[in-house]
Structures are given as C-alpha cells and as structure tokens.
C-alpha cells in the first residue's frame, strides 16, 4: 500500500511540474525516512500551481476528494495520500480553531516551511506543547530548553478534546515509554489544565505511576482493549472519581469510560483480595465483575502499588483463579427457560432467582443441584425477601 502511494505521489509531482509547479514530500513521512522507520501515510505539498489546476490534475488521475477545502487540503479516494497547498494563517483567538487560513500557492518555500511548528507538521497554535511532548515520548527526541519555555507560556486550555486526546493516544499506544509524554509537560507546567489528576500526584505516586504506565506499554499488544487498557494504566492510582473526571476531559467514549473506571476499582479489589484473601467464592465473584479479566492480569503485572518489584508469583495466582472461573463459566447453568419450565412465572422475582442460580454457580454448583437449591430458595420466600 505504501508503494502504491508512493506512485501516486510521484505521478501528481510530474504532472504538477509540467504545469510548471513543484511538488515536496512534507510532514511525518519525512520525519520518518530520515528516522528509518516505515510510514504509511505519505503527504505532500504543491506549490507554484493554482487551486483550479491542481484540482484538475487530481481530477485526471482519480476521485478527488475535499479534506479539508479551505485549508487546501485535497486527497485521492482509495490512497493514503494528503495533499495539501501552501498556507499562511491569522490567528482571530486563542482556540485551536480560531485562524483564518489564506491558501497561496505562491508564497514559497522558505515562509511555508516556517509555518511548520517543528519543521515535520502541525499548525504553529498551543497543541505544539503535546506534539512536542509526545514526539519526545514516541522517538526519544529531547526537547530543546527554548521549546520548553515557550511551550510553557503558551495557553492550551481553548484547544479541543479530541486533538488533546489525538496526541496523548499517540504518545501512549506507539511510545515505549510514554512516562516520557507526561515527564516533559510537567517541566512545561502544563499538566494542570488536561491531565491536573497527574499533576496533583505525590513524588511518590508519580513516580509509581509512571513506573505502571511504562511496564503497561510492555504489555499494551496483548491486551484485548490496547488504548483503553493505557488509559486504565494512567488512572490507575486516581480514585474512581478522579479517573471519570480525568476521562470526562478527554473523551465521550462510553465504552472506554466504563472499562476503565471499572479497572480502577478492580484493581482496588484485587489488592485488598491479595491482602485479606477472600476464598474461593469471594475471587469467582471478584472475576465475574471484571469488564475484561484478561486485561486486568496485565495491568497488574504493570501496575504495583506497594512498590514491589516483580508481580510473577501474582500473575500466576490470578492466572490460575481465572482458569477456574472460566471452567466454571462453561459448564451447564440454570437459565431462566429452566425456571419456567418449573413453573416459575417472567417477572421481577424471575430476575432475582437468576440472580442467586449464579452465585451457586460461582461457588461450583452443578446444574441440575443449582435448578434445585434455588427453587427450594423460591419456595421459602427468597425471591421476594431478596
């Protein structure tokens, strides 16, 4: 695919140059080459031609699409390909969005190029101060002192969500170290406005946090919710309620909050589990509220909160209390058919029994004794006490 792209590039750069333009690689793909590393999504920039006659030329080798019209970004349907125009921009406000944009094929290379916050991409606005720290995290760049200071007098509470939250998912799910991302926006004093629960951490835990975060990104290919096992990571040493307002900043993902807010307060289980071990029952119960089992085995090899270093001996014991609950899981169990076909009747009382046929069968219960305990329950005025 990247091949294909690459061609592609090369075809609007020769036909851009017999309409007397000039056509340059720009942006990550760059960045990447002199890097060595592979990249996917090629951008390029065409100066010296008009919007009509670019629009033409795309229009002769495919389906041109708008990405972004006012910004003269264009793009070729079924390519990764952005190609974009020379622009300059003035700011009207201090949000993310507050520019008026001017496309100018004519300005040059030297102005356009020093648009360009960090000589690779993004818009010259306040989201400079988490690209530079999560391309610090992601590439182990070492950002410059007078970046630093900059960055830190720049105001980023009027920038959107979901570009904050494009730059933290980068630094977290491609970084082998995103503790990196977050170390360099605290020397810029700009954890407060996006990530205060983190700021506010003691020596202590910041560090232990950080510590989790790192050895979770060890992990992060196994999980079964890669970016949303991250995050849990990150708010892994909040309280529930910090966690939700910490994701409520960031994202309006249902699913994501409700995993993770679950993680946090797993995790609190589990430590007290390991601590005062509750049984056999208590961990099959444990097990059974979690929102993804295997993630939260993981996390808590990432995750120490006591400080101690290696969590072998804990993974294993968990390893081998989920087995359990899923053999337990997939043997035969009372379903609410089997309770009709008893003579028990669809209603409220029919919820409350499924409810106890389950924790029979989280203690091991078989089926048929399951179907018999709980309707000797039901008969004895459980349903309707419970």
């Not at 010259?124 to 720290?133: E, G, H, K």
């Not at 053999?327 to 409350?352: F, I, T």
Request: charged share 30%; with cysteine; glycine share 10%.
């Amino acid at each position: 695919m990247a091949d294909r792209n690459m061609a592609m590039a090369r075809r609007i750069a020769e036909a851009v140059a017999g309409a007397g333009g000039r056509t340059y690689y720009v942006g990550g793909c760059v960045r990447d080459r002199l890097m060595g590393l592979e990249n996917k999504d090629i951008d390029i920039e065409v100066h010296g031609v008009t919007v009509p006659a670019l629009e033409a030329i795309l229009d002769g080798l495919g389906q041109r699409t708008a990405m972004g019209a006012s910004f003269g970004i264009m793009g070729l349907r079924h390519y990764d390909l952005d190609i974009a125009m020379p622009r300059s921009e003035k700011a009207t406000g201090r949000g993310h969005k507050d520019f008026e944009v001017f496309v100018d094929p004519f300005i040059g290379e030297e102005k356009a190029a020093m648009r360009r916050d960090f000589t690779m991409n993004a818009l010259m606005d306040p989201l400079r101060v988490f690209r530079a720290a999560q391309f610090a995290a992601r590439f182990n760049f070492t950002v410059a002192a007078g970046t630093t200071a900059i960055c830190g007098r720049m105001a980023v509470e009027a920038l959107a969500s979901e570009r904050v939250m494009g730059e933290l998912e980068k630094a977290i799910m491609k970084a082998a170290r995103p503790s990196i991302f977050f170390a360099e926006l605290k020397k810029m004093d700009r954890l407060g406005c996006w990530f205060g629960e983190l700021g506010a951490l003691p020596d202590g835990d910041w560090r232990r946090t950080m510590e989790g975060l790192d050895g979770a990104a060890a992990l992060r290919q196994a999980a079964r919710q890669p970016l949303d096992f991250m995050l849990a990571a990150i708010c892994a040493g909040f309280d529930p309620e910090g966690a939700e307002r910490f994701l409520a900043r960031l994202t309006s993902a249902v699913g994501t909050t409700r995993y993770v807010l679950n993680m946090v307060q797993r995790l609190r289980d589990m430590e007290r589990c390991l601590k005062d071990d509750p049984g056999e029952g208590g961990w099959m119960a444990f097990f059974d509220a979690l929102a993804c089992p295997e993630d939260l085995i993981l996390l808590a090899r990432a995750i120490r909160p006591d400080g101690t270093p290696d969590r072998t001996e804990t993974g294993e014991r968990l390893r081998g209390l989920y087995a359990l609950y899923r053999d337990r899981m997939a043997r035969p169990y009372v379903m609410g058919r089997d309770l009709v076909a008893a003579g028990l009747r669809p209603g409220p009382d029919m919820g409350r029994a499924l409810g106890y046929a389950h924790e029979l069968r989280l203690a091991g219960v078989e089926k048929n004794e399951q179907l018999k305990r709980t309707l000797e329950w039901i008969e004895r005025g459980g349903a309707e006490d419970a």
